[in-house]
């Protein structure tokens, strides 16, 4: 298995700023696909970007097209979000997750097998 810690999170003025990183550690980070989702307060959990083991192709969610950019670093066992123009319906708990294969789909949560504890982003208007 593989265990992944997200790091990053922190308050920011809308139009700002911040990188999230989610660290990996167990099995090769480098076979597993990556994913980065987000729970706001009274929502679902939702699919906001996702990069593939070799980190060749990338998805995003419309919402965050654009704006955040997904990308991985197999040396270092991690993975990151940087996000940009940040607006304040990007307020939420982000979570980084590992996929060996996106069996159900990139964007569908059940693709995931292991799963960060979250950090939290806050955008202030």
């Known amino acids: 298995q593989v265990r992944v810690e997200e790091s990053g999170g922190g308050l920011v003025q809308a139009g700002g700023s911040l990188r999230l990183s989610c660290a990996a550690s167990g099995r090769t980070f480098s076979s597993y696909n990556m994913g980065w989702f987000r729970q706001a307060p009274g929502k679902d959990r939702e699919f906001v970007a996702a990069?593939?083991?070799?980190?060749?192709?990338?998805y995003y969610a419309d919402s965050v097209k654009g704006r955040f950019t997904i990308s991985r670093d197999n040396a270092k066992d991690t993975v990151y979000l940087q996000m940009s123009s940040l607006k304040p319906e990007d307020t939420a708990v982000y979570y980084c997750a590992a996929a060996q294969t996106w069996s159900t789909g990139v964007r569908r949560r059940d693709s995931y097998t292991y799963w960060g504890q979250g950090t939290q982003v806050t955008v202030s208007s």
């Open positions: 990069i593939s083991r070799s980190g060749g192709t990338t």
